[in-house]
Every structure is written in structure tokens, then in C-alpha cells.
């Protein structure tokens, strides 16, 4: 099977632009969440979507925001990027029901954000 | 608010030598899940385990070994003669039981990592 995919993966962006990262979560998987991580402040959560639904969000600005397709999978959007938004965006799926419990995520090779 | 400690910043051993990495968490709740996972230089991370709060049986699987103790809010992860391929970082992370209520499970808060160095 197949694992968690992400495109691209590497990206250049100047500030002030706006930016798009897709994500493509193993086959059968529901649930999709998103993650940043920086030299400063390492793993941080985004968000999470289950059914074209976003079900968790962390403490990010609005300008990040998401969103899921019917097959499930996700883009992240960032607007107006600043020269902090430079980071490895990860994704992750997990084999979530929507019947409660907590699974284990599987992640995928992250997009490299470079804000020049 | 829930929290997840790693101390260690690096480790540095030589190939064959055990190694523990340690991991402590805070959380308000009673039910909860933690996590290992490792991060390769290629950046994907992999998981390695799960575990729920109820649970505080030792697990071993090859030549990892986790020991989690409720009493010390402990989550540890041994290497057993470990190689030069286990070089990464190694991430601790913790999923609340705020979520299992809401039934979204997927909100995952990870301590700051340990980057180990197998030397051959």
C-alpha cells in the first residue's frame, strides 16, 4: 500500500505571495492533519480534517488555513506568506473512523517551504 | 495543558552500545495516548509505537524496548545494541483524551525531539 504523499516537495516562495501544499493520505485513511516544524519551534499542529471537515485546529494565524476533498485528500493554504512561515510541512493520515479512540498517524516526506 | 519533555538534546554513542532516550509528559487527563516516532535525515517521520494510558505493560520489539511508568509521567525508549542505520531523531508525543471525547483523534503535541548518532 501505497504511503502518505505530498506535493511538491520543495517550494520557494517571496514574501507577501501565497502558497498551496497538497497532500494525497494512504489509501483507506480518513482523517488528515497537518504539521510544522521549525528549527525554533519544533513540531507544532495545524489542523486536522475527517470528512471534508476540519475537527481540530491549532494556534496558527488565519492566513493558514486547509481544506479536504471527498477522496480525502487535503490541501494547506498559506496567504501572505512572511519570512517565519519557512518550515517542513508535514502531513499525516490516520486510520480514523470517526468512532472515537486515538490512532497512530502515519506521515508523509514533508513539503520544504523556503519564504525568501 | 498538555506537554511533552525531552531532555536530551543529542546522544552520541558508538555502534553496540545501549541507549536510552528519555521522555516525560503533562497532562490534566486520564486517558490519554503516547507515542515514539523517528525522524531520518530524509525528514519523513516514522512511527514506532503506541501506547495508551491504561496500559503500563513493557513492550519489546527487536531491539526496542519501551518502559512507561504513570507514577513518573515517563514514556523511555531503549536501544538495544544499537547501529549505525538507528541515527535520527527521536520524537515523543502525546495525544489527549479531550480528543477521544470529541471523537478527533488526531491532535498530536510532540516533545522538542533527541538526535541520535550511532558512530560505527
Known amino acids: 500500500k501505497a504511503g502518505v504523499t505530498q506535493t511538491p516537495r520543495y517550494l520557494i516562495k517571496t514574501r507577501g505571495q501565497q502558497v498551496t501544499l497538497s497532500c494525497s493520505p494512504i489509501?483507506?485513511?480518513?482523517?488528515v492533519s497537518w504539521y510544522q516544524q521549525t528549527p525554533g519551534q519544533g513540531l507544532q499542529f495545524l489542523f486536522e480534517?475527517?470528512?471534508?471537515?476540519?475537527?481540530n485546529k491549532g494556534n496558527f494565524p488565519g492566513r493558514f488555513s486547509g481544506r479536504q476533498f471527498s477522496n480525502s485528500r487535503s490541501e494547506m493554504n498559506v496567504s501572505t506568506l512572511e519570512l517565519g512561515d519557512s518550515a517542513l510541512y508535514l502531513c499525516?493520515?490516520?486510520?480514523?473512523?470517526?468512532?472515537?479512540?486515538?490512532?497512530?498517524?502515519?506521515f508523509g516526506p514533508g513539503t520544504r517551504l523556503t519564504v525568501t | 495543558a498538555q506537554k511533552v519533555t525531552q531532555a536530551q538534546t543529542e546522544i552520541s554513542v558508538v555502534e553496540k552500545e545501549d541507549v536510552t532516550l528519555d521522555c516525560v509528559y503533562e497532562?490534566?487527563?486520564?486517558?490519554?495516548?503516547l507515542f515514539w516516532y523517528k525522524q531520518p535525515p530524509s525528514g519523513e517521520l516514522v512511527f514506532l509505537i503506541r501506547?495508551?494510558?491504561?496500559?503500563?505493560q513493557n513492550e519489546i520489539s527487536g531491539r526496542y524496548s519501551w518502559n512507561f511508568q504513570k507514577s513518573t509521567s515517563s514514556f523511555n525508549f531503549t536501544i538495544t545494541a544499537s547501529q549505525v542505520v538507528d541515527s535520527a531523531v527521536y520524537f515523543c508525543?502525546?495525544?489527549?483524551?479531550?480528543?477521544?471525547?470529541?471523537?478527533?483523534?488526531?491532535?498530536?503535541?510532540f516533545g522538542e525531539g533527541t538526535q541520535l548518532t550511532v558512530n560505527p
Open positions: 508525543a502525546l495525544s489527549e483524551a479531550i480528543a477521544v471525547r470529541e471523537t478527533s483523534g488526531s491532535r498530536l503535541t
Open positions: 489509501s483507506g485513511h480518513r482523517s
Open positions: 501506547r495508551n494510558s491504561f496500559d503500563e
Open positions: 499525516a493520515s490516520s486510520l480514523d473512523s470517526g468512532g472515537g479512540g486515538i490512532y497512530e498517524q502515519y
Open positions: 480534517y475527517f470528512s471534508e471537515t476540519q475537527r
Open positions: 497532562t490534566r487527563d486520564t486517558t490519554y495516548y
